[in-house]
Each structure stands twice: as C-alpha cells, then as structure tokens.
C-alpha cells in the first residue's frame, strides 16, 4: 500500500542484481553455490517492500524474480534430457556470472567512493569522527529495508485503507527532522515508534530516504549488520524544501 500520487525517484536505489549480492552477503553464502530455494524466498520478501515503496525500478525486480523462480523450477524437476543429448545453458550460471561480474564493478565504484568521501567538506552534528574508515560504514540501502521489514513483521500493522486516513511524506520528513532536533542521532528502528499502519510505517520510509536523498541526514552504522543510526547534517547544503525546517 503506497502513498497516493508518490513514487520513489532515487539514485541510493539499486537494482536487483545489487539485492542478491547483499542476500548472499548477508547469509554468508557461497556464491558459486546458491541455495535457490532459499534465496527466492527471501528476494520475494524484500519483493513485496518494493512494490509498497513504489520503486520506479521495481519492473527490474519482478524480471529477476520471475528468473529465480524459472531457476528453482528447473532446480526442483528431473531432468528430461537424455544422456549425450545437448543441452541449453544453464540459467544458474549464467546468474552466478552475471553476479561476479556485477561485484567487480560494485567493488571498483566502492574504492572510489571512498576515495571521493575523503575530500567531503562538510560535518555532522553528534556524529562520531570518521577519519577511521574502519569503525564507520556506509549503509546498504538493503540494510536499511531488512530493518523496515523486522518493524512491519513485529507491528500489528494493517494494510486496509480507512476513508480520509493519510500519511503525508511530507509530515513524516518534518517530524523526523523534529527528532533529530532533540536528540545528536536516532536509532532507524525507532524512527517507526510512534506508527502502527502499514501505511504510515511506509511513508516514515519514504520520507527518511528523500531526507537522504536531499542531503538532509544521513545513516551510519559502527559494524556490518548493527543498528542503523540516522544523523542530522550540521552544514546544511544549499538547497530549498518548502515546509520542512
């Protein structure tokens, strides 16, 4: 259930290729091995945040999920083929190479990423000091979605639409901008505190990621997997949003 009328235009989404490099990171897979069945059904899962988040690439998604499902199909069947008969190219293969491919341009644009990060200008209020590369993480959008997921999953939410019942983006920007105010940093998990809708908890999502997209805050976290910390931006950058201090 979106927001009516608000689809997500941003360059921190990435596609779906992006989504299984961090499921198999995340489940300490082998990526020449990749248990199909079990990754289908959890790239379903993050499936379902994309269509409610409106991606503007959630088409990308679909195709991949239909591939992984045509793969665990072929994975599941016995073989027709008889024996010396010649067969097509395996479809499993052909992902895992697509994979490898895909992580040696992810880790080229990383390095220079970082390279870029140290000749950043600007500081951050509360924030902790990140001259030591080591100690601070640039967060996965991923990440960030599995924590949306945990907070739909162990929230009596309700995906009915009550007549007259909605969730600007942007109320939702200005009240975390309002948290930020009283405090250096806020938990991303508690971001959702006060809401218990689907719809709400999805649009305090959409209003956190066009904050980052407009440079407004930003998320950070002190290990891979640990909790998700969101920072306001001491130095604001030159820019104007209407109705959000």
Do not use: W
């Amino acid at each position: 259930m979106t927001t009516p009328g608000y689809e997500v235009h941003l360059e921190i989404f990435e596609g779906p290729l992006d989504l299984l490099l961090f499921l198999i990171r995340k489940n300490d897979l082998d990526i020449y091995d990749i248990p199909i069945s079990e990754i289908t059904k959890e790239y379903l899962g993050y499936l379902d945040i994309i269509k409610d988040l409106n991606l503007e690439t959630a088409g990308d998604f679909l195709i991949m999920a239909s591939t992984l499902m045509q793969i665990k199909a072929r994975t599941l069947l016995p073989s027709q083929e008889s024996e010396g008969e010649e067969q097509g190219p395996d479809p499993r293969e052909e992902l895992v190479n697509k994979l490898l491919e895909y992580q040696k341009f992810k880790e080229a644009a990383k390095f220079l990423d970082k390279r870029a990060e140290q000749f950043k200008d600007f500081f951050y209020r509360g924030s902790p000091h990140f001259t030591d590369e080591e100690k601070t993480l640039q967060v996965d959008i991923f990440e960030m979605m599995t924590v949306l997921r945990e907070v739909l999953e162990n929230t009596d939410v309700d995906r009915l639409v009550v007549k007259g019942e909605e969730f600007p983006v942007e109320d939702m920007m200005r009240r975390i901008m309002s948290l930020l105010d009283r405090k250096p940093y806020v938990l991303l998990r508690d971001i959702f505190q006060e809401h218990a809708r689907h719809r709400a908890i999805i649009s305090c999502f959409l209003a956190l990621l066009e904050l980052i997209k407009l440079q407004r805050v930003f998320a950070r976290q002190e290990t891979p997997f640990g909790e998700i910390l969101i920072y306001r931006k001491e130095k604001e950058l030159p820019m104007i949003m209407p109705g959000v201090n």
